[in-house]
């Protein structure tokens, strides 16, 4: 079956459209990749995205309005797709659509909102399209992310060692072989928060402004008191906790708390940051790898302070995501690893800017074999579920293809 997958992640700065040749060969799931294009939001689209996002209030009217571009913006990615990668042969569309809200209430998720309404992408491409993944996963009681967790877990099995999957996104997270998967904090949001606050920019480019920056120790130690970092797996975070004004108030808070006047230069914040990242993704695979496991609730934590000690046991922690583009993130995550291999997963096969979009075309090609998309270790549901809802092409509804087995590896080919 020939997929497109669609992603845009908490970033928000465009979408990906992967496609894939899938087939099921006994416990595998085989996928050729075919190709992957990107498609910038437009300015005022992002601009008026992120101006509904939270800490902003928003209006119904707005949400609805988002729901409908988002939905167009994803389908002209999809029609662009099935034209340059697939010779319009494509069968189905898998879209994970925009996240604006996911709901958490004292380490448990009761909702999550992905927006990008399904029906454009039916309408323009004529397929099937199974969107709106997470919901399943979060009534099961389950976290509702990281939803790649599968996926790696697939794609890492049978490799030597003690390979650890990591994400670099907005959010960061990463999947361990015996199943534990959990968002760590922040990847880019913060860095990406600062930068727009201190430059007007998107992002940095190249890591340019965090080279220029010292990394500020006092600085450091006040961002990693957040409690986020000490909470046990499975969890899962977003924007919704790390925004400009979480940065903008832990500034505050740390300039009102030091004992002399120190306001750290804008690169010195940047430069933080991206050490706040690189330490907070290193501990969290130092305490998995330690025991196989997140530490429990009162142990000491995974990140923060106290600081957890040692040289993680995972044998390559293998990264994707938009922060594998910045060299001053990945060299401070490599000196953080202390000697652990850093490999892009380009070189195994999936394409590091790709990996999540080709993701969600496994996950969508799942659905309608009417096969689990989820791990209960990963997310902490209480069982597997298959996941997303379907919208019909023009063809009607894709066939179920049940009685499939569940494969229980991923082979790229």
């Given at each position: 079956m020939r997929v497109i997958g669609l992603m845009s992640g908490t970033s928000y700065d465009a979408i990906d459209a992967a496609a894939a040749d899938l087939r099921l060969d006994g416990p595998d799931l085989v996928l050729t990749p075919l190709g992957m294009v990107t498609a910038a939001y437009e300015p005022g689209l992002r601009e008026a995205l992120a101006a509904a996002l939270p800490p902003a209030a928003t209006t119904l009217a707005e949400v609805c309005r988002l729901d409908t571009l988002i939905g167009q913006a994803f389908a002209a990615a999809a029609v662009r797709a099935q034209r340059e990668l697939c010779d319009g042969r494509a069968e189905l569309i898998a879209s994970h659509g925009q996240t604006v809200f996911h709901w958490t209430d004292q380490g448990q998720v009761r909702g999550t909102l992905q927006i990008g309404q399904p029906a454009w992408i039916a309408e323009a491409t004529g397929l099937p399209v199974v969107a709106d993944f997470r919901p399943r996963d979060i009534a099961a009681g389950g976290q509702g992310a990281p939803l790649v967790s599968l996926v790696d877990l697939m794609w890492l099995r049978g490799r030597p060692g003690t390979p650890v999957a990591l994400n670099l996104g907005g959010i960061a997270n990463l999947t361990a072989p015996d199943g534990t998967a959990f968002d760590?904090?922040?990847?880019?949001?913060?860095?990406?928060?600062?930068?727009?606050?201190?430059?007007?920019?998107?992002?940095?480019?190249?890591?340019?402004?965090?080279?220029?920056?010292?990394?500020?120790?006092?600085?450091?130690?006040?961002?990693?008191?957040?409690?986020?970092?000490?909470?046990?797996?499975?969890?899962?975070?977003?924007?919704?906790?790390?925004?400009?004004?979480?940065?903008?108030?832990?500034?505050?808070?740390?300039?009102?708390?030091?004992?002399?006047?120190?306001?750290?230069?804008?690169?010195?914040?940047?430069?933080?940051?991206?050490?706040?990242?690189?330490?907070?993704?290193?501990?969290?695979?130092?305490?998995?790898?330690?025991?196989?496991?997140?530490?429990?609730?009162?142990?000491?934590?995974?990140?923060?302070?106290?600081?957890?000690?040692?040289?993680?046991?995972?044998?390559?922690?293998?990264?994707?995501?938009?922060?594998?583009?910045?060299?001053?993130?990945?060299?401070?995550?490599?000196?953080?690893?202390?000697?652990?291999?850093?490999?892009?997963?380009?070189?195994?096969?999936?394409?590091?800017?790709?990996?999540?979009?080709?993701?969600?075309?496994?996950?969508?090609?799942?659905?309608?074999?009417?096969?689990?998309?989820?791990?209960?270790?990963?997310?902490?549901?209480?069982?597997?579920?298959?996941?997303?809802?379907?919208?019909?092409?023009?063809?009607?509804?894709?066939?179920?293809?049940?009685?499939?087995?569940?494969?229980?590896?991923?082979?790229?080919?």
């Open positions: 760590t904090g922040p990847a880019g949001a913060l860095i990406d928060a600062a930068v727009r606050r201190f430059t007007g920019r998107d992002f940095d480019a190249d890591g340019a402004l965090a080279a220029r920056g010292t990394v500020h120790e006092p600085l450091l130690r006040h961002l990693l008191d957040e409690p986020y970092y000490a909470r046990p797996a499975p969890k899962t975070t977003g924007k919704e906790l790390f925004h400009e004004g979480y940065l903008l108030a832990a500034l505050a808070d740390f300039a009102s708390s030091a004992d002399e006047d120190v306001t750290p230069a804008d690169e010195d914040v940047v430069a933080t940051l991206t050490r706040l990242t690189a330490r907070t993704v290193a501990d969290a695979v130092r305490s998995l790898s330690a025991t196989g496991s997140p530490p429990a609730a009162g142990s000491p934590p995974a990140a923060g302070s106290p600081r957890v000690t040692g040289s993680p046991r995972a044998t390559e922690v293998i990264v994707s995501g938009g922060g594998t583009r910045n060299p001053v993130l990945m060299a401070m995550l490599g000196a953080e690893l202390r000697g652990v291999p850093l490999r892009l997963s380009d070189g195994l096969g999936l394409p590091a800017a790709a990996k999540e979009a080709y993701a969600f075309a496994v996950l969508g090609f799942l659905t309608v074999h009417g096969l689990a998309g989820t791990d209960p270790r990963s997310t902490g549901a209480r069982h597997a579920g298959v996941l997303g809802s379907l919208t019909p092409g023009r063809s009607g509804f894709p066939q179920i293809r049940a009685g499939a087995e569940q494969p229980v590896r991923l082979v790229l080919k």
